[in-house]
């Protein structure tokens, strides 16, 4: 029941993970066009609150990272 379980749960992973994958590119705008990703400009326009938020999931991303390995 277990494996099931796991394989389920793998699968639903596996899924999302390449929905998100595939989507992403949808979301980039050219470079050249003056309105793409710059995320020195991004950070630098960032609030308190948002430094707090990104250095919370900063420290949980390396926190999970350790767990699976």
Do not use: H, Y
């Amino acid at each position: 029941m277990k494996v099931r379980n796991m394989r389920q749960f793998g699968q639903i992973v596996c899924g999302t993970a390449g929905i998100a994958l595939l989507s992403s590119p949808a979301f980039a705008q050219e470079a050249g066009s003056g309105g793409g990703l710059d995320l020195v400009d991004m950070f630098a326009q960032m609030g308190p609150v948002a430094w707090g938020v990104a250095v919370v999931l900063f420290i949980m991303s390396f926190w999970s990272v350790g767990i699976a390995i």
